[in-house]
């Protein structure tokens, strides 16, 4: 299965459709839907009154669709008169002239109607296509199409990094393991030269066998002390779990944000751990690397 991100965006428009045709001179439907990173699955529908209706069933469509994300959806008519003023018909011009009289017969102080209010309301649709609910439902449907293209094409950038970054951190990793060994040897062959030069401050009483065995437990303890096998062991453990679960696909934005939570508390143990420089410098190169999956790791489902 792909990798899909939780960020998309989709905006589609068809003509209003009268008893199953077509009819460009009835107006469009347009709807546009966006999406961006949520924990959990959080919808926003942005509906005109005429569209209603068809709210349970879009939230229905979009739920099987996706499973996380902050969703936002407007949708609405668009009349096919907008690039000319609407004209009013006799019979409508009658029925408002009454309509305004008979009003002012009950309160006399009442304004009349304005030329302005005469056009819009002459711009109101007359009659709406009963099956409005069923086109928005294949206008949306259409739209979750185009947006979940739109977030199979950014979740394949972030597999790809993502994966860029486990092969860096796994080079990383491979520079950190010889310096172990190296930093154990020089700091046994320190504590060797200063009971040597302990011993010749001394008249002898300590055995020479008994200060090396001193030193030897000194530098035994230490190398327990800076020991990053056992983290090493696991980040890399992490580090294959992240890619076999990029290589799956599907829901994993959850279980890649508590592997990436794992990693970086091995990274500060391995810093923690750090005898020498180099040793830090690898433990904050890491760290960087792991706040920048971190990141990109938030918008994926």
């Known amino acids: 299965m792909p990798v899909f991100s939780m960020t998309g965006y989709a905006a589609v428009q068809a003509p209003l459709e009268v008893q199953g045709h077509s ?7 347009g709807l546009e839907i966006r999406s961006v990173n949520s924990r959990f699955l959080d919808l926003a529908l942005r509906l005109p009154d005429d569209l209603r209706q068809a709210e349970p069933g879009l939230r229905e469509l979009i739920g099987r669709q996706l499973k996380r994300g902050k969703v936002e959806l407007r949708a609405g008519i668009e009349s096919a008169k907008s690039s000319a003023l609407p004209r009013a018909s006799v019979v ?8 305004q009289k008979s009003i002012q017969a009950h309160l006399p102080d009442a304004a009349g109607l304005s030329v302005a209010e005469v056009l819009r309301l002459s711009d109101q649709p007359r009659s709406a296509p009963q099956d409005l609910q069923a086109q928005l439902l294949k206008l949306a449907q259409q739209a979750l199409r185009e947006l979940c293209s739109a977030r199979q094409r950014e979740g394949e950038r972030l597999a790809q990094m993502l994966t860029d970054r486990t092969g860096q951190l796994r080079d990383l990793a491979r520079q950190a393991e010889p310096l172990v060994p190296q930093l154990v040897e020089q700091q046994k062959n320190r504590f060797l030269e200063r009971w040597s030069e302990a011993m010749a401050l001394t008249d002898g009483s300590t055995p020479p066998q008994a200060a090396q065995d001193r030193a030897l437990t000194e530098a035994t303890a230490f190398a327990i002390r800076i020991d990053v096998a056992e983290e ?32 970086h508390r091995e990274a500060n143990t391995l810093g923690s751990k750090s005898p020498a420089l180099e040793l830090t410098r690898i433990s904050v190169d890491m760290k960087v690397l792991i706040e920048q999956m971190r990141e990109q790791v938030q918008n994926i489902e």
Do not use: C, M, N
């Open 92 to 99: 409508l011009l009658e029925q408002l002239l009454q309509a």
């Open 23 to 29: 009819d460009q001179g009835a107006g469009s439907l």
């Open 232 to 263: 090493l062991t696991r980040l890399a453990s992490h580090l294959d779990e992240i890619d076999r679960l990029v290589q799956a696909g599907g829901e994993i934005g959850k279980r890649l944000d508590f592997l990436i939570q794992e990693l």
